[in-house]
């Protein structure tokens, strides 16, 4: 699982930077929504907009996250070396499980939210 994260990040680096400020638009898009917006407005776009910062936020950290995953620990290495690798690779294992839960997670939220959303409109 930990190579499928990997190669999802490196092929989707060239969408890093776009989702960053995506997700600064999102925030200052929220930050407006919230402050300076009738109640009526907020409660037409505040749903939305927070989904999408927060999708945001994923494929950035994401993206950030397993754009460099440590190599395999080889038998030639001193043992020191092999148990720091495979402790680094281990907490690498323990993220990509993370946030696989957050997405899923994530997905069922979206769907919640999107579905009170379009009763409220």
Do not use: C
């Not at 009526?40 to 936020?57: H, M, N, S, T, Y």
């Amino acid at each position: 699982m930990l190579v499928l994260f990997e190669r999802f990040a490196t092929r989707l680096q060239g969408l890093k930077w776009p989702a960053v400020a995506g997700l600064i638009i999102m925030i200052l898009v929220a930050a407006w929504v919230l402050a300076g917006t009738s109640a009526e407005r907020q409660d037409r776009w505040l749903i939305p907009v927070v989904l999408v910062a927060v999708w945001l936020l994923l494929l950035a950290s994401g993206l950030n996250m397993f754009a460099r995953v440590p190599a395999m620990a080889e038998p030639q290495m001193s043992w020191w070396t092999r148990v720091k690798i495979r402790l680094h690779r281990g907490l690498y294992h323990l993220f990509a499980w993370f946030m696989l839960l957050v997405s899923l997670s994530l997905v069922v939220v979206t769907f919640q939210l999107t579905a009170a959303w379009l009763r409220m409109n």
